[in-house]
C-alpha cells in the first residue's frame, strides 16, 4: 500500500528512531514537526563533490566553496574583546585559514579531523590566503556525489548531516508515496515518478536528476493549489443564485442606463473596454454570481469599466459599492465616480420630470455621525444608488435594500474573508475586483485562482510615453527643477511627490508641508505652488484640486494622495522625491499621473538608490513604462512571498515552486485541475488528490468544497 501524505502529515517526527529529544526541540525551531514537514524541508543547495573547487587553486577575491578537514583549531581573545577563531583546513592540495568573529563555538563544532563545507570570498591576511566568516555546513561521512545543503541549518545549530540522517530515515518509513496525478497526465507532461523524485531531491544521483525531481515537486505543490482554487469557484458558483441582472434595454423600452453613460462620454471606449464591459455584463446577466477579476495598466481606464458595472446593478434598481482600500482612496473614488456620472438620471416615476439624479454616497470612517446616520437610512430605503467607501462598509449596521454589484479596489489589501463579508450584505451580488496594477499572469492565476480574468490590454489613444530619468545626485537634481521651470514656463504644470512616510499619515502631512515651503523659497520661488495631502478637510483638498485642474497652480506638491484619481493632462512633469523609498507599482502608478495629453512629458526620480534592490528598482522605472512588464520585475526583485501574503492560504505549501520560474508548470496545473475538476467536481475519482487538498484549508471549507 502506497502512503498518503497526509499520514506522513500526522506522524511526528519524534517516531523517528534517530531523533531524540534534543533533535524534535532544534527541528521545532525550524518549523518541523511531522514526518511530511521533515521531507519537505528541501535543501537550499546541493554541492557537487565532482565540481568542487581544490584550495591550491582558489583566487582572492572569488567567492568558492571547497570540502576540507580541519588540522587545527584555536580561539583567542583580541585586544578590542572581540573572539577570534581561527580554523586551518587541508583538502589534500593546500591549506586555507577560515576566521571567524565572536564566533567562539565554532572550535567546538569543528574539532581537528571534521570534515566540512566552507563557502566564502576568499581574502589574503599576512600574505595567506584565507576566508572571514565563511558558511559552514559539516559533511560527515557522506558519501554521495552530490550533497544536500539545508536552509538555516547553522542557526538551529542542526547540520545538514544530521538532516541527511533523519530524512534518510523518513524517506524509508515513507516508502512509496500515493500519486495523485494520473498517469495519462504524468506522461504527457513529462513528469517523473513522485517516490522517485522525492529521493532524488534529497539524495540526488545527478544534478539532472535532482533538476527532473524538482520539477516533479513544484507541480504538485501548484497542482494542489489549483485544484484547491477551481474547487473553490466551482462551489461558490454552485452554491449561490445571485441576481440575474438586466443588461439592454428595459422592458418597456427604455434606453439602458449603461447606454446612456457610455454614449454621452466624450470619448469612444477602447476596443479593450468595450470587451471588458461585454463580459461582465454577460456574467451579470447570467445565473450565477460574477467573480472577476479586472486588471490593467496604469490609465488604461478601469474605473470606466467599474461604473459601467455599477450602472448595471443601479439600472436593474438594486444598488452598487465601491469598496477602496484606504479613506483617501476612497474619497479619490468618490470624486471621479461623481464625476462621470454627473448628470445621468434614473428613471422615478414618482417625480414630475420622472427621473432623478443618481445618488453617490462616501462612507469612510471619518463621514461625521450625523451624516452617517442619514446616508446609512437612505441606503436601507434604496435612496443611495452607489455607495463608495472603505472596509467601513464591512461593519454591521451597514444595510443595503438590494446590493447588486460589488466592485473592489484591492491593492493586495483585501483578505478572501473581507471578500465574503461585502458579498455576505447582499443576496450573492456579483463582485468585480479591481487592482490598481497589473500583476503577472502566473501570479493571477495563484493569488486570485478562484476568480474569472479580465485584462484592459490597450491604452486610450493620444498617450505619449513618459521620458524617465532617475536623478542620482545633487546636479542631476537640479536638471530636475530646471525642467519643472521651463515645462511650466510652456504652459504646462508639474507634481511633486513628496516622501513617502510608512509609520503615519500625520508626519507624512508634515513633511509635505515642510517641502512645500522650502521649495517655494528655494528651488520653485517664483510659481505659483499647491499643496495637497491627506489630512486637509475634503472641502480644502477640492478647492485646491480645483485650482490645480483649472491651471491658476502650476505646480501640485502633494502626498501619495494622487496616487488615484488625479487626471490632469495638462501636467507634463513629475518630481518623486526619495523614489528609492516607492515600490515599482506604486511608482508606476504615481508616474500614470503624467503623461495624459500629447505633449511629452516627464518624471524625474530622485534618491541615490540606497540598496542594490533599490537601485533595481528606480533602473527598471527609467527602461520602461509598461505595466505588465514592470509587474514581472517585481515579483523578481521581491519574491513571491510578498504577492501571495497574508491572503493565500496553502502558501506554505509552495516551497519549491516559483511563479517567476515556473511559469509553465502553473499553467500545466491550472490546465489539469480544470479539466480533472470540470469531470469529477466532488473529485470523487480522485480520492487522493482530495485528500492532499484537505490538507491545505481547514475543516469548514473542506466541507463546503467537497459537498456534491
Ligand atoms: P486606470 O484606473 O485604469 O488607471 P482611469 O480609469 O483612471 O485609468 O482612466 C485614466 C484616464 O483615461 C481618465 O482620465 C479617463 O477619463 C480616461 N479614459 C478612460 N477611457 C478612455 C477612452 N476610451 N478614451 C480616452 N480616454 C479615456
Ligand atoms: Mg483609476
Given at each position: 500500500?502506497?502512503?498518503?501524505l497526509?499520514?506522513?502529515?500526522?506522524?511526528?517526527?519524534?517516531?523517528?528512531?534517530?531523533?531524540?529529544?534534543?533533535?524534535?526541540?532544534?527541528?521545532?525551531?525550524?518549523e518541523?514537526?511531522?514526518?511530511l514537514?521533515?521531507?519537505?524541508?528541501?535543501?537550499?543547495?546541493w554541492?557537487?563533490?565532482?565540481?568542487?573547487?581544490?584550495?591550491?587553486?582558489?583566487?582572492?577575491?572569488?567567492?568558492?566553496?571547497?570540502?576540507?578537514?580541519?588540522?587545527?583549531?584555536?580561539?583567542?581573545r583580541?585586544?578590542?574583546g572581540?573572539?577570534?577563531?581561527?580554523?586551518?583546513?587541508?583538502?589534500?592540495?593546500?591549506?586555507?585559514?577560515?576566521?571567524?568573529?565572536?564566533?567562539?563555538?565554532?572550535?567546538?563544532?569543528?574539532?581537528?579531523?571534521?570534515?566540512?563545507?566552507?563557502?566564502?570570498?576568499?581574502?589574503?591576511?599576512?600574505?595567506?590566503?584565507?576566508?572571514?566568516?565563511?558558511?559552514?555546513?559539516?559533511?560527515?561521512?557522506?558519501?554521495?556525489?552530490?550533497?544536500?545543503?539545508?536552509?538555516?541549518?547553522?542557526?538551529?545549530?542542526?547540520?545538514?548531516?544530521?538532516?541527511?540522517?533523519?530524512?534518510?530515515?523518513?524517506?524509508?518509513?515513507a516508502?512509496?508515496?500515493?500519486?495523485?496525478?494520473?498517469?495519462?497526465?504524468?506522461?504527457?507532461?513529462n513528469?517523473?515518478?513522485?517516490t522517485?523524485?522525492?529521493?532524488?531531491?534529497?539524495?540526488?544521483?545527478?544534478?539532472?536528476?535532482?533538476?527532473?525531481?524538482?520539477?516533479?515537486?513544484?507541480?504538485?505543490?501548484?497542482?494542489?493549489?489549483?485544484?484547491?482554487?477551481?474547487?473553490?469557484?466551482?462551489?461558490?458558483?454552485?452554491?449561490?443564485?445571485?441576481?440575474?441582472?438586466?443588461?439592454?434595454?428595459?422592458?418597456?423600452?427604455?434606453?439602458a442606463?449603461?447606454?446612456?453613460?457610455?454614449?454621452?462620454?466624450?470619448?469612444?471606449?477602447?476596443?479593450?473596454?468595450?470587451?471588458?464591459?461585454?463580459?461582465?455584463?454577460?456574467?451579470?446577466?447570467?445565473?450565477?454570481p460574477?467573480h472577476r477579476?479586472?486588471?490593467?495598466?496604469?490609465?488604461?481606464?478601469?474605473?470606466?469599466?467599474?461604473v459601467?458595472?455599477?450602472?448595471?446593478?443601479?439600472?436593474?434598481?438594486?444598488?452598487g459599492?465601491l469598496?477602496?482600500?484606504t479613506?483617501?482612496?476612497?474619497e479619490?473614488?468618490?470624486?471621479?465616480?461623481?464625476?462621470?456620472?454627473?448628470?445621468?438620471?434614473?428613471?422615478?416615476?414618482?417625480?414630475?420630470?420622472?427621473?432623478?439624479?443618481?445618488?453617490?454616497?462616501?462612507?469612510?470612517?471619518?463621514?461625521?455621525?450625523?451624516?452617517?446616520?442619514k446616508?446609512?437610512?437612505?441606503?436601507?430605503?434604496?435612496?443611495?444608488?452607489?455607495?463608495?467607501?472603505?472596509?467601513?462598509l464591512?461593519?454591521?449596521?451597514?444595510?443595503?435594500?438590494?446590493l447588486?454589484?460589488?466592485?473592489?479596489?484591492?491593492?493586495?489589501?483585501?483578505?478572501?474573508?473581507?471578500?465574503?463579508?461585502?458579498?455576505?450584505?447582499?443576496e450573492d451580488?456579483?463582485?468585480?475586483?479591481?487592482?490598481?496594477?497589473?500583476?503577472?499572469?502566473?501570479a493571477?492565476?495563484?493569488?486570485?485562482?478562484?476568480?474569472d480574468?479580465?485584462?484592459?490590454?490597450?491604452?486610450?489613444?493620444?498617450?505619449?510615453?513618459?521620458?524617465?530619468?532617475?536623478?542620482?545626485?545633487?546636479?542631476?537634481e537640479?536638471?530636475?527643477?530646471?525642467?519643472?521651470?521651463?515645462?511650466?514656463?510652456?504652459?504646462?504644470?508639474?507634481?511633486?511627490?513628496?516622501?513617502?512616510?510608512?509609520?503615519?499619515?500625520?508626519?507624512?502631512?508634515?513633511?509635505?508641508?515642510?517641502?512645500?515651503?522650502r521649495?517655494?523659497?528655494?528651488?520653485?520661488?517664483?510659481?505659483?505652488?499647491?499643496?495637497?495631502?491627506?489630512?486637509?478637510?475634503?472641502?480644502?483638498?477640492?478647492?485646491?484640486?480645483?485650482?490645480?485642474?483649472?491651471?491658476?497652480l502650476?505646480?501640485?506638491?502633494?502626498?501619495?494622495?494622487?496616487?488615484?484619481?488625479v487626471?490632469v493632462?495638462?501636467?507634463?512633469?513629475?518630481?518623486?522625491?526619495?523614489?528609492?523609498?516607492?515600490?515599482i507599482?506604486q511608482?508606476?502608478?504615481?508616474?500614470g499621473?503624467?503623461?495624459?495629453?500629447?505633449?511629452?512629458?516627464?518624471?524625474?526620480?530622485?534618491?541615490?538608490?540606497?540598496?542594490?534592490?533599490?537601485?533595481?528598482?528606480?533602473?527598471a522605472?527609467e527602461?520602461?513604462?509598461?505595466?505588465?512588464?514592470?509587474?514581472?520585475?517585481?515579483l523578481?526583485?521581491?519574491?513571491?512571498?510578498?504577492?501571495?501574503?497574508?491572503?493565500?492560504?496553502?502558501?506554505?505549501?509552495?516551497?519549491?515552486a516559483?511563479?517567476r520560474?515556473?511559469?509553465?508548470?502553473?499553467?500545466?496545473?491550472?490546465?489539469?485541475?480544470?479539466?480533472?475538476?470540470?469531470a469529477?467536481?466532488?473529485?470523487?475519482?480522485h480520492?487522493?488528490?482530495?485528500?492532499?487538498?484537505?490538507?491545505?484549508?481547514?475543516?469548514?471549507?473542506?466541507?463546503?468544497?467537497?459537498?456534491?
Open positions: 500500500m502506497a502512503t498518503p497526509r499520514k506522513l502529515a500526522a506522524l511526528p517526527v519524534s517516531e523517528l528512531n534517530r531523533v531524540g529529544p534534543k533533535a524534535v526541540e532544534s527541528l521545532g525551531a525550524l518541523i514537526t511531522s514526518v514537514d521533515l521531507l519537505t524541508h528541501y535543501p537550499r543547495r554541492h557537487d563533490r565532482t565540481r568542487q573547487a581544490s584550495i591550491r587553486e582558489l583566487r582572492v577575491g572569488e567567492e568558492a566553496v571547497v570540502v576540507a578537514t580541519v588540522r587545527k583549531a584555536s580561539a583567542r583580541a585586544r578590542n572581540r573572539s577570534i577563531a581561527e580554523l586551518t583546513v587541508f583538502d589534500g592540495t593546500s591549506y586555507l585559514t577560515c576566521t571567524f568573529f565572536n564566533q567562539a563555538w565554532r572550535v567546538k563544532q569543528l574539532p581537528v579531523g571534521t570534515e566540512a563545507i566552507f563557502f566564502g570570498k576568499v581574502d589574503v591576511y599576512r600574505g595567506r590566503r584565507q576566508m572571514t566568516n565563511p558558511l559552514v555546513d559539516r559533511v560527515g561521512d557522506q558519501t554521495g556525489r552530490i550533497i544536500p545543503i539545508y536552509p538555516q541549518s547553522e542557526k538551529a545549530e542542526v547540520s545538514s548531516r544530521d538532516l541527511s540522517v533523519w530524512i534518510a530515515e523518513a524517506l524509508r518509513r516508502g512509496e508515496l500515493v500519486d495523485p496525478l494520473p498517469d495519462r497526465w504524468r506522461d504527457r507532461l513528469l517523473q515518478d513522485r522517485w523524485a522525492m529521493h532524488q531531491i534529497h539524495l540526488p544521483d545527478s544534478i539532472d536528476a535532482k533538476d527532473a525531481a524538482r520539477r516533479r515537486l513544484a507541480f504538485d505543490e501548484l497542482f494542489r493549489l489549483q485544484a484547491m482554487l477551481v474547487m473553490r469557484k466551482r462551489a461558490v458558483e454552485r452554491e449561490s443564485k445571485g441576481i440575474r441582472h438586466v443588461v439592454g434595454p428595459s422592458p418597456e423600452g427604455a434606453p442606463l449603461l447606454d446612456h453613460f457610455v454614449t454621452g462620454l466624450p470619448f469612444a471606449l477602447t476596443g479593450a473596454q468595450r470587451k471588458a464591459i461585454d463580459e461582465i455584463c454577460a456574467d451579470l446577466a447570467g445565473p450565477h460574477m477579476l479586472l486588471q490593467g495598466d496604469v490609465g488604461a481606464g478601469k474605473t470606466l469599466v467599474a459601467a458595472a455599477l450602472l448595471v446593478a443601479v439600472q436593474g434598481g438594486h444598488q459599492a469598496m477602496a482600500p479613506e483617501v482612496l476612497a479619490q473614488h468618490h470624486l471621479s465616480v461623481r464625476d462621470v456620472l454627473a448628470g445621468l438620471e434614473i428613471p422615478d416615476p414618482g417625480t414630475l420630470m420622472g427621473g432623478r439624479p443618481l445618488r453617490i454616497e462616501l462612507l469612510t470612517n471619518r463621514t461625521p455621525a450625523s451624516a452617517r446616520v446616508i446609512l437610512d437612505a441606503l436601507r430605503a434604496g435612496h443611495v444608488d452607489i455607495l463608495v467607501g472603505t472596509h467601513a464591512l461593519v454591521e449596521h451597514v444595510e443595503f435594500s438590494s447588486g454589484v460589488v466592485v473592489i479596489d484591492e491593492q493586495h489589501r483585501f483578505g478572501v474573508e473581507q471578500r465574503a463579508a461585502l458579498r455576505g450584505k447582499g451580488p456579483d463582485v468585480l475586483v479591481m487592482t490598481a496594477t497589473p500583476i503577472p499572469r502566473t493571477a492565476m495563484t493569488v486570485y485562482g478562484d476568480l480574468l479580465t485584462t484592459l490590454d490597450e491604452l486610450p489613444p493620444g498617450r505619449t510615453p513618459v521620458k524617465t530619468v532617475w536623478s542620482r545626485g545633487p546636479i542631476e537640479q536638471g530636475a527643477w530646471t525642467r519643472v521651470r521651463e515645462e511650466v514656463e510652456a504652459g504646462h504644470q508639474a507634481y511633486v511627490v513628496c516622501p513617502l512616510v510608512e509609520e503615519s499619515e500625520k508626519i507624512q502631512a508634515r513633511s509635505a508641508t515642510d517641502e512645500f515651503e521649495l517655494g523659497a528655494a528651488e520653485l520661488a517664483g510659481l505659483r505652488l499647491g499643496l495637497l495631502h491627506g489630512q486637509m478637510p475634503g472641502r480644502e483638498k477640492e478647492e485646491v484640486m480645483g485650482a490645480f485642474r483649472r491651471g491658476e502650476q505646480v501640485l506638491v502633494a502626498t501619495t494622495v494622487i496616487e488615484v484619481g487626471d493632462p495638462n501636467a507634463t512633469v513629475m518630481v518623486i522625491e526619495d523614489a528609492e523609498r516607492f515600490g507599482a511608482l508606476h502608478q504615481l508616474r499621473r503624467v503623461g495624459r495629453g500629447a505633449a511629452v512629458s516627464w518624471c524625474f526620480l530622485l534618491g541615490s538608490g540606497s540598496t542594490p534592490e533599490a537601485e533595481a528598482r528606480l533602473e522605472m527602461q520602461s513604462t509598461d505595466g505588465f512588464y514592470l509587474a514581472e520585475v517585481d523578481e526583485l521581491r519574491g513571491e512571498g510578498t504577492i501571495l501574503g497574508t491572503r493565500q492560504k496553502g502558501r506554505n505549501d509552495l516551497k519549491l516559483s511563479l520560474r515556473d511559469k509553465d508548470l502553473v499553467s500545466d496545473a491550472r490546465d489539469v485541475a480544470t479539466q480533472l475538476v470540470a469529477d467536481p466532488a473529485l470523487a475519482g480520492p487522493d488528490l482530495a485528500d492532499e487538498i484537505r490538507l491545505l484549508i481547514d475543516d469548514e471549507e473542506a466541507e463546503f468544497l467537497f459537498k456534491s
